[in-house]
């Protein structure tokens, strides 16, 4: 009996660490490389758009979205994840059509994306991350179809956020 009770401790004490993940901290420690996203992110002529603006394409560079508590953000759909209390939510649609291929988008700081295009949720293909890196805070990777989009960020700290829609090199 003793045995059994303590090859069942020693199996969780082994698989602690699953469960006490961390985020990876720091900037060298992205999937891929940042630079080119953080440029856009810190971009000093970035446009500053406000919740549910349209765009008639995609912007060149990075640009900043103010947010607004989740009641008042009216997103076109409601988010996957549900931001908790006391955060931020806004979007932004893309009427005209990007180019069809495998775009990053990137966050400033930390928030919830969903990328809707054609009344569907859009899934990233990657996903990357890491904190205490100044300036940028996640990036995935999604395939857009050549058909217009909406981004919604939810679950925001702050009351605006930077964002980053570029095709990959």
Not at 34 to 43: G, K, P, S
Request: one cysteine or more; a neutral charge.
């Amino acid at each position: 009996m003793w045995r059994t009770s303590v090859l069942v401790a020693l199996l969780l004490l082994g698989s602690a660490p699953a469960f006490a993940a961390e985020e990876p901290s720091g900037c060298d420690k992205f999937k891929w490389s940042i630079d080119r996203e953080r440029a856009a992110l810190t971009a000093p002529d970035r446009a500053k758009l406000t919740s549910g603006n349209e765009l008639a394409a995609l912007p060149t560079g990075g640009f900043t979205l103010a947010l607004a508590a989740p009641a008042d953000a009216k997103l076109p759909r409601p988010p996957e994840r549900a931001p908790k209390d006391g955060t931020f939510a806004g979007f932004a649609g893309f009427k005209n059509e990007p180019k069809a291929g495998l775009y990053t988008i990137s966050l400033s700081s930390g928030g919830w994306v969903d990328v809707v295009q054609d009344g569907h949720f859009l899934k990233p293909k990657a996903f990357s991350g890491a904190t205490d890196c100044e300036d940028i805070r996640k990036t995935m990777k999604y395939e857009l179809a050549a058909s217009p989009f909406v981004l919604q960020v939810s679950g925001a700290k702050e009351n605006s956020i930077s964002i980053a829609i570029l095709p990959t090199e």
